[in-house]
C-alpha cells in the first residue's frame, strides 16, 4: 500500500485506521516507492492499536522493474539491476516478492519506464509473485502472473497496491494466522493464498480521480 510519502492519497496514519476499523485486515503492508518513510511511520502509529500490524516494506524502481522488498530495515536504493535488488533484500533479511510482474506502460517517471519484472520473476530468487493486483485494468496481467506462479510454485500474494482508500483490501492474501512473523512463515513455506474483492462504484470513481490527479504530478516530476 502506498502513503503520501510517495504518491498515495492517505497518510500513514489514515492508512492505518482505516485499514484496522474497515477493512478486516488482521496485517498490511506498506510499500511507498523507493522510500521506508511511510512505513515507518504507519508502524509507529499502528504500534499503539492492538489489532493491526504493519510490515515496513518498500516498492523499489529496479532497473528492471518494480520489486516489493518487505521486512526491511533499511531503504533499498533505486536503479539497480533485479537481481543487484533482490539481494539486497535478502541481505537485510527481507523477502522479495515480484509485484504485477508482466505490467507494462510507456509512461515515464524519474527512474524510466514503469513496469514489473517481467520473466525475470521465474529466473531470481523471489520468495513470492504477486498474482492479484486490485488495480483496476490488470486482470490479464494477473492472469499471466498465475500462469507463471503455476510452474514456479512460490509463495502467492494478492496486493492491493492502495494508492486511495477504497483500494485497501480489493486484493488480499490469506494465511494461517494474524501477525506479520505468521505471514512470513507462511510466505516462506509457500502457505499463502491470493483472493480478489469488487470495488465499489464510488471506489471505481475516484480511483480514476486518482489516476488523472497522478498523471499531471508525474508530467510535471
Ligand atoms: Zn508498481
Not at 486482470?139 to 485497501?168: K, M, P, T, W
Request: hydrophobic share 40%; aromatic share 6%; proline share 3%.
Amino acid at each position: 500500500m502506498h502513503t503520501t510519502a510517495s504518491d498515495g492519497w492517505p497518510s500513514p496514519a489514515q492508512l492505518v485506521d482505516h485499514a484496522a476499523r474497515r477493512a478486516g485486515l488482521n496485517v498490511i503492508a506498506v510499500t511507498d516507492h523507493d522510500t521506508i518513510e511511510g512505513a515507518l511511520r504507519a508502524a509507529e502509529h499502528a504500534a499503539r492499536r492492538r489489532r493491526l500490524h504493519v510490515i515496513v516494506g518498500e516498492e523499489v524502481s529496479s532497473r528492471d522493474g518494480h520489486i516489493i522488498g518487505l521486512f526491511l530495515e533499511r531503504r533499498v536504493k533505486p536503479g539497480m539491476s533485479a537481481a543487484a535488488t533482490v539481494h539486497s533484500i535478502h541481505d537485510q533479511g527481507g523477502l522479495a516478492i515480484a509485484a504485477h510482474p508482466f505490467w507494462r506502460t510507456t509512461r515515464q517517471v524519474r527512474n524510466g519506464p514503469v513496469h514489473g519484472v517481467g520473466w525475470l520473476a521465474a529466473e531470481l530468487d523471489f520468495d513470492g509473485v504477486e498474482v492479484e493486483n486490485a488495480t483496476p485494468g490488470f486482470y490479464l496481467f494477473n492472469q499471466l502472473a498465475h500462469r507463471l506462479n503455476l510452474g514456479l510454485g512460490a509463495a502467492e500474494l494478492g496486493c492491493s497496491d492502495a494508492h486511495i482508500i477504497d483500494a485497501v483490501g480489493r486484493a488480499f492474501t490469506e494465511f494461517p494466522g494474524t501477525t506479520t512473523e505468521a505471514l512470513r512463515r507462511a510466505i516462506e513455506s509457500g502457505e499463502t493464498r491470493a483472493g480478489r474483492q469488487r470495488y465499489r462504484a464510488m471506489g471505481l470513481m475516484r480511483y480514476a480521480a486518482w489516476g488523472l490527479n497522478h498523471e499531471r504530478y508525474v508530467a510535471v516530476v
